[in-house]
C-alpha cells in the first residue's frame, strides 16, 4: 500500500531524513518511534507533502511521486488525498463548528453535495463519539474532544491511509484514551496507519510493526514484542531504556 524508497529531506544545510526505505502493507498499523529530532514528523509531511522531500519516491496505492524530478502541482493534489493527517494540535477552524470542520475538506476540496458531505460528517462524529457535540466550536471542546474531531476530519476525506503525528502529546493525561481508543477502532476495522507517538502503550497493544528511527535513518522494525523485549539494535535499547 505504501512505498517509501530512498527518501532524503534537507532544511538548508540540515539533512534530516538519510535514505528511508519503507513499505506498508494494507491495514497495518505502524508505529514510529524514536528520540526527539530523529526526523519521525518531517517523514510523516513528506508522505502527505507537506514537505517536499529533496529526493527519493513515494507510492501509496499505486499513485508514485518521484523528487528526483519535478512533481507537477495536479499530481501532488491528487496524492495528498490519498493520505489523512492528524496533526499534534488539531488544527481545527477555529469560527466553524465540530461539523463545519468535518464537512469542510469534501465540501471544499472535492466539491461534495451540501447534504451528502453533513449526513456524512454526522455519521463520522457519532463514529468518534460526538454526536452530541456537532455544533460545538472548538474552544467549547476539550482537547481529547477536538482531536476526535480532527480524526473525523481527515476521515471525511476518505484516505487510504491515516497519518498521525503525536496525536495526543498536547493532551492532559486523562484525555489521551479517548483519542487512543478511537485510533484503536480505526485500526481494528482495518484502516492502514502510520502513527508517531510517545504512547509506548499503545505501541504495545494496537502496532502490527514498530519502527526505531533516530538521526533521519529507520535503524530498527519489528513486532511490537520484539522492539520492546529483545530489540536487535544497541541505540533501539538505548533508546527504550531512557524513556522506560
Ligand atoms: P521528530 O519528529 O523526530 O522530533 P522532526 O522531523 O520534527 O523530528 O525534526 C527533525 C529535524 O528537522 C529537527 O532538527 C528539526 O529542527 C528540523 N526541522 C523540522 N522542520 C524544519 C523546518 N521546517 N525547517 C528547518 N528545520 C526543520
Given amino acids: 500500500m505504501i512505498r517509501i524508497s530512498g527518501l532524503y529531506k534537507q532544511f ?46 513515494i507510492s501509496i496505492s499505486g499513485q508514485s ?24 494540535n488539531y488544527n481545527l477552524f477555529p469560527h466553524k463548528t465540530a461539523l463545519e470542520n468535518v464537512m469542510e475538506g469534501p465540501v471544499v476540496v472535492k466539491g461534495e453535495n451540501k447534504d451528502t458531505a453533513r449526513k456524512k460528517a454526522q455519521t463520522l462524529l457519532e463514529k468518534v463519539g460526538l454526536g452530541d457535540k456537532q455544533d460545538y466550536y472548538p474552544a467549547q471542546l476539550s482537547g481529547g474532544q477536538q482531536q476526535r474531531v480532527g480524526i473525523a476530519r481527515a476521515l471525511a476525506m476518505e484516505p487510504e491511509v491515516m497519518l498521525f503525528d503525536e496525536p495526543t502529546s498536547a493532551l492532559d493525561p486523562e484525555l489521551v484514551g479517548e483519542v487512543l481508543k478511537v485510533m484503536k ?19 504495545r497493544e494496537a502496532a502490527d510493526e514498530v519502527i526505531f528511527m533516530d538521526q ?20 533501539t535499547r538505548k533508546f527504550l531504556n531512557m524513556i522506560q
Avoid at 65 to 78: G, R
Avoid at 194 to 203: D, G, L, P, S, Y
Avoid at 216 to 235: A, H, L, M, S, Y
Fill in 65 to 88: 511521486l518521484d523528487f528526483s524530478k519535478e512533481v507537477p502541482k495536479k499530481n501532488i493534489a491528487s496524492f495528498r488525498r490519498l493520505t489523512g493527517m492528524v496533526f499534534q
Fill in 216 to 235: 533521519g535513518v529507520v535503524v530498527e522494525r519489528n513486532k511490537p514484542d520484539v522492539i520492546f523485549t529483545n530489540p536487535k539494535e544497541e541505540r
Fill in 12 to 57: 538548508g544545510q540540515l539533512e534530516v531524513l538519510k535514505g528511508i526505505d519503507l513499505e506498508v502493507e494494507k491495514g497495518k498499523v505502524v508505529v514510529v518511534i524514536g528520540p526527539s529530532g530523529s526526523g519521525k514528523t518531517t517523514m510523516l509531511r513528506c508522505l502527505n507533502v507537506l514537505e517536499t522531500p529533496t529526493k527519493g519516491v
Fill in 185 to 203: 477502532d480505526l485500526a481494528a476495522e482495518g484502516m492502514t496507519m502510520i502513527v508517531v507517538t510517545h504512547e509506548m502503550r499503545f505501541a
